[in-house]
């Protein structure tokens, strides 16, 4: 799954590629799959938030991309990544 394009249903935004996934390890079942944020400022002011897509939001798995149901609500905020933790106001 890792690379696949991640497009949005509702309203037919390229959302990214899959970067990483997570993993119940107790269930040996994928949670979710994650696209980190895009860079700022080629880096250096570290990255936009990374996308959590839940698995029951994911429509269909394809050879090249994958169809999600996506809201904006999933995003989370990663900490300590580049410069972007050194320029943040909280």
Sequence with gaps: MRH????????????????????DTVDARVIAIVIYGRLRCFGLLGREDDIIIKWQDIQVIGDDTILV???????????????????SNN
Excluded: A, P, W
């Design 4 to 23: 696949k394009e991640v497009i949005n249903v509702k309203d037919g935004t390229r959302i990214g590629c899959v970067c990483d996934v997570e993993i």
């Design 69 to 87: 149901s996506y809201n904006n609500c999933c995003r989370i905020k990663k900490r300590g990544r580049g410069f972007g933790g050194f320029f």
